[in-house]
């Protein structure tokens, strides 16, 4: 309806009515007379949003409003004016106005002053400046809402809001390539009745600090997804003990540690997905969050989940971890205990089930294992076939051929694994229905024989059996160096940063490739293939070469790249039983850069220093050719300084 003039006489009609909202939003109004508002001496909720009016129709509005009745005003888009009514905001001062909703209008900044009465306050879209005193004179505001802004800083500007129970700031308008966005130490530390912090698509870079969220003690919903934090900061959650829901996905994240989410001891739902996590051995990250019960680690780079990594999750009812490079696991994942219902691994590189694997989903109510490139030539395709028919739990799209097909061989390429025909692939394996008793029997006796006369043989000959086996051990070293000279296409693969590749090029490799006996590098930036991801060429490039080199600086550490070539070259060569490592210090790390896992890969393998010292650049070459050329000396000379 179109209603574009307002007159004194438009509401004598409803005088003295019990008339209490009015919503006259898209209407049209351009003009609104003086008295207009007079006979509406109830009215305490009125909408005014996406009407063309002008300075003068606003003063003309707060004449006629009565002031002590109004308590909720709605004025969004306001598109006709260049700036919004900063005298209609003066007139509120004081009034006893509950709730504001002025979203995409231009406001310089929100006019200081006693609003004492407002509990509701959205800015979305505002070009508002907020300064340390822009709330000031707020004190029962609970509600506020600043989306779609350009704020650069959060400081102080709430301290004074201490009754805030939900806050929105997402969505920075400013963003850009060079784009930061900064929340002091301590910004939120009076907020102790905030339960819902809205943090998305905002610029934080770099980390989480310890006190960053200091003082949130009743939040219970924290959404900080879509930036650029590649660290969260050890008890960087610590005051967050009442916080139910976390969202930390889409940053650059890509290492926890055991203190990582300490303090969320209530946490239910913890949602790290898109970012560049893969789990290290030694770590326990859901120590702290006993009562977690749905973990999300979608579209990460891990390519294990320790078995212990769950064992304290008694709680656990989903884990979604979709979208990795997760293959198959050779020790049960899931504890026994847990409440887990639903596990969700599709699109990683599980080749075929081991029997861990088929433990684990026991216990499940919902299994999803599509889009995995399943070897059909593995021995457990058979019980594969047989549990998929059989299985009650709930296995999703089960009936869509292309989701769950075979990857290999190649003559069942793309054969849905319920209708592939295992007979002349699965020739080797031992049939199910082999009598599983003597096979124990005819395993078992035999060895608990021949352990006896082991023991006696020992006890008889221990010297001698031990000269011997000395003896062997060398000629096996010098004989597995000449069998496996030829097994690699590269003596090493050499992992730098880009900084480092002057370096790599005028130093490295005219004095390895170019000694005698000729060394081969596989080097990226000459040997990688261009049709294929840097991913698969680095997995390719260890596994071709004898040794992998890692030339660590300072740079190197801050490339999450670099960080991902290490964690492979230690996973492929753990899994090859290969110690072929070989670390390079162009220079001193910086101690906040040494992770623990850096720490331990230095201390227990081949690590040579460079040195600007022209004799010891000679002792460098020899050592480094040395290292790369005797691969059977490295079980004993681990450590070179």
């Known amino acids: 309806m179109l209603i574009r003039w307002i007159d004194e006489t438009d509401f004598l009609p409803l005088m003295n009515s019990s008339l209490e909202a009015l919503d006259l939003s898209s209407c049209m109004v351009t003009?609104?007379?003086?008295?207009?508002?007079?006979?509406?001496?109830?009215?305490?909720?009125?909408?005014?949003?996406?009407?063309?009016?002008?300075?003068?129709?606003?003063?003309?509005?707060?004449?006629?409003?009565?002031?002590?009745?109004?308590?909720?005003?709605?004025?969004?888009?306001?598109?006709?004016?260049?700036?919004?009514?900063?005298?209609f905001l003066y007139w509120l001062r004081g009034s006893n106005i509950e709730s504001l909703y002025l979203s995409r209008n231009r406001l310089v900044s929100f006019p200081v002053g006693n609003y004492p009465k407002l509990r509701v306050l959205e800015l979305i879209r505002c070009n508002v400046v907020l300064r340390d005193d822009a709330f000031i004179g707020m004190p029962n505001l609970e509600f506020l809402t600043v989306k779609e802004h350009e704020v650069p800083v959060i400081g102080s500007q709430f301290l004074t809001n201490r009754r805030l129970k939900i806050l929105d700031l997402s969505n920075y308008i400013g963003l850009t390539a060079y784009s930061l966005f900064e929340i002091k130490d301590y910004a939120f530390k009076n907020q102790i009745n905030l339960e819902v912090l809205y943090l998305s698509y905002l610029p934080i870079r770099k980390s989480i600090r310890r006190h960053t969220f200091s003082g949130l003690v009743n939040l219970r919903k924290l959404i900080l997804s879509s930036g650029f934090v590649e660290l969260i900061e050890e008890r960087a959650f610590e005051d967050l003990n009442s916080l139910i829901h976390l969202d930390m996905s889409y940053h650059l994240i890509s290492t926890l540690s055991n203190e990582t989410f300490f303090g969320l001891k209530s946490v239910k739902n913890i949602d790290l997905r898109g970012n560049e996590i893969s789990f290290?051995?030694?770590?326990?990250?859901?120590?702290?969050?006993?009562?977690?019960?749905?973990?999300?680690?979608?579209?990460?780079?891990?390519?294990?989940?320790?078995?212990?990594?769950?064992?304290?999750?008694?709680?656990?009812?989903?884990?979604?971890?979709?979208?990795?490079?997760?293959?198959?696991?050779k020790e049960e994942m899931l504890p026994k205990s847990s409440n887990i219902?639903?596990?969700?691994?599709?699109?990683?590189?599980?080749t075929h089930f081991t029997r861990e694997m088929f433990n684990d989903v026991k216990q499940l109510e919902f299994f999803d294992f599509s889009e995995n490139p399943i070897n059909c030539s593995s021995c457990s395709t058979t019980e594969l076939?047989?549990?998929?028919?059989?299985?009650?739990?709930?296995?999703?799209?089960?009936?869509?051929?292309?989701?769950?097909?075979?990857?290999?061989?190649?003559?069942?390429?793309?054969?849905?694994?319920?209708?592939?025909?295992?007979?002349?692939?699965?020739?080797?394996?031992?049939?199910v229905e082999y009598d599983i008793a003597k096979v124990l029997y005819c395993t078992f006796v035999p060895l608990f024989m021949l352990g006896f006369i082991a023991a006696f043989v020992w006890h008889q000959w221990k010297w001698n059996i031990r000269y011997f086996i000395f003896l062997a051990r060398s000629r096996a070293r010098r004989y597995k160096a000449q069998?496996?000279?030829?097994?690699?296409?590269?003596?090493?693969?050499?992992?730098?940063?880009?900084?480092?590749?002057?370096?790599?090029?005028?130093?490295?490799?005219?004095?390895?490739?170019?000694?005698?006996?000729?060394?081969?590098?596989?080097?990226?930036?000459?040997?990688?293939?261009?049709?294929?991801?840097?991913?698969?060429?680095?997995?390719?490039?260890?596994?071709?070469?004898?040794?992998?080199?890692?030339?660590?600086?300072?740079?190197?550490?801050?490339?999450?790249?670099?960080?991902?070539?290490?964690?492979?070259?230690?996973?492929?060569?753990f899994e090859d039983t290969r110690s072929g490592l070989i670390l390079i210090l162009l220079e001193a790390i910086h101690k906040c850069k040494m992770t623990k896992n850096l720490q331990y890969v230095i201390r227990t393998r081949t690590c040579i220093a460079w040195t600007n010292n022209l004799t010891g650049q000679k002792l460098f070459w020899e050592r480094l050719r040395a290292a790369i050329m005797k691969p059977e000396d490295k079980g004993i000379l681990t450590h070179i300084t």
């Not at 003086?34 to 005014?48: D, G, I, Q, R, V």
């Not at 120590?287 to 769950?310: A, V």
């Not at 219902?341 to 599980?350: C, F, H, M, T």
């Not at 490339?559 to 996973?571: G, I, K, L, V």
């Open 483 to 573: 069998v496996t000279a030829d097994r690699y296409a590269f003596d090493a693969f050499i992992s730098y940063c880009e900084k480092d590749l002057p370096w790599i090029r005028k130093e490295l490799v005219p004095n390895i490739e170019d000694g005698e006996p000729t060394i081969r590098l596989c080097l990226p930036d000459r040997n990688f293939d261009a049709a294929h991801s840097t991913m698969d060429n680095v997995a390719a490039a260890i596994e071709h070469s004898r040794t992998t080199v890692l030339v660590l600086s300072n740079e190197y550490m801050d490339s999450n790249w670099c960080r991902f070539d290490m964690e492979m070259a230690q996973h492929k060569l």
């Open 385 to 431: 076939q047989k549990w998929m028919n059989q299985t009650n739990i709930s296995i999703s799209r089960l009936y869509i051929a292309d989701e769950y097909a075979c990857k290999e061989p190649s003559s069942l390429e793309g054969v849905y694994i319920l209708d592939a025909n295992l007979s002349s692939v699965l020739t080797h394996c031992l049939p």
């Open 341 to 350: 219902s639903a596990l969700i691994v599709a699109k990683n590189r599980i």
């Open 280 to 329: 290290l051995n030694d770590i326990h990250p859901f120590l702290q969050t006993p009562n977690l019960e749905i973990l999300t680690l979608n579209s990460n780079k891990i390519i294990n989940i320790p078995g212990h990594i769950f064992l304290n999750l008694s709680y656990i009812s989903v884990i979604q971890a979709a979208d990795n490079l997760i293959q198959p696991w």
């Open 31 to 87: 003009v609104i007379e003086e008295a207009a508002f007079k006979p509406l001496t109830s009215l305490s909720s009125l909408n005014m949003s996406l009407n063309p009016m002008s300075e003068t129709a606003f003063r003309n509005m707060s004449y006629s409003l009565h002031i002590e009745s109004l308590r909720e005003f709605l004025a969004e888009e306001m598109t006709h004016m260049s700036y919004f009514s900063a005298a």
